[in-house]
């Protein structure tokens, strides 16, 4: 047998109290997003509080504001992010069963769905308070890898969202009957890529300390919609990569496409995952390609 590493011993709740008859959790994926979004209220916080980062050394919006913006960045989110997942990856089933869309605690919430919620709710935002949309944009999108850090690794404690069938060193036995689902191995146990962690490293960890170093080093608050297009680009690209290592969605599937790419033409094709982050490296790439000085 190959030398692979055995899943830890971790449980995906935090704690657990049982409350007139009621059993109340605190999952370790609910208090990723809790702490992604204090630690993104205090970096856009940092952010505006240091005037010389900005155009004219004149932040977009006052630090105090943050609390209401956060607010809607949430209902973003969760909107987003749920309405996403529905139409993105099971239209089908929530055609025939419509309140499941309403079980958010079963699970099922899509990043670039999300993304598209934060869009809208900050376009609203911007607006309503006459806030430069790009800058505004800036501000949000250096914020977001912590959270995109802690999210992935939740789901790494959670045991979801594993990779493919892999017999490298690091390839870890997830628990659970649909992971040990491996073809052609039989009596043998299942390893697979940790790509939960791939994507904690590439999505939170490198691209976050890009923007971090962007921002207080290189200026990049100054050239509006640069900080924004090397977010998109490079969570794309992250994306786009992982997605070769990451278990394919069951939905897409079959005998004909073992793969489980949601496009394909003669056996070369794109997860839904990559089909989707092409959207956004080439918004990325334009973003940043036409940042320039506020004159």
């Known amino acids: 047998m190959q030398a692979v590493l055995n899943f830890p011993d971790l449980s995906p709740e935090l704690f657990s109290i049982s409350l007139f008859g009621i059993e109340l959790a605190l999952r370790w994926y609910a208090l990723a997003y809790i702490a992604g979004i204090v630690i993104a209220w205090r970096l856009a916080v940092m952010g ?5 980062l900005w155009p004219d050394k004149a932040p977009p919006m006052r630090p105090e504001q943050v609390e209401d913006l956060v607010t809607w960045i949430i209902l973003g ?3 987003g992010g749920r309405l996403g997942f529905v139409l993105f990856y099971q239209p089908s089933h929530y055609l025939q069963h419509p309140l499941d869309i309403l079980k958010v605690w079963q699970g099922g919430m899509a990043f670039h769905g999300g993304l598209l919620g934060v869009v809208i709710a900050a376009a609203f935002y911007a607006r309503r308070h006459s806030i430069p949309a790009l800058s505004l944009a800036d501000l949000i999108a250096h914020t977001v890898p912590p959270g995109l850090f802690l999210g992935r690794m939740a789901n790494f404690v959670n045991a979801e969202l594993w990779g493919r069938q892999s017999d490298l060193p690091w390839a870890v036995i997830f628990p659970g009957p649909a992971a ?3 073809p052609g191995v039989v009596a043998d146990i299942c390893a697979r ?3 939960q962690l791939y994507e904690a490293a590439l999505e939170g960890l490198l691209l976050g300390a890009v923007l971090l170093w962007l921002v207080y080093r290189r200026g990049a ?3 509006p919609g640069l900080t924004l297009g090397v977010f998109l680009a490079g969570y794309g690209m992250s994306r786009f990569i992982v997605e ?7 939905q897409f599937v079959s005998p004909g496409n073992p793969l489980g790419l ?6 070369y094709g794109l997860t839904m995952g990559q089909f989707l982050s092409l959207p956004m490296i080439a918004l990325g790439l334009y973003f940043a390609l036409r940042a320039r000085p506020v004159t």
């Open 77 to 79: 989110v969760i909107l």
């Open 180 to 182: 040990q689902n491996c």
């Open 221 to 223: 608050f100054r050239l």
């Open 48 to 52: 505006l509080r240091r005037p010389a």
């Open 193 to 195: 890529h940790p790509s």
């Open 244 to 250: 070769f290592f990451r278990q394919p969605d069951l």
């Open 262 to 267: 949601a496009w394909h033409v003669g056996g």
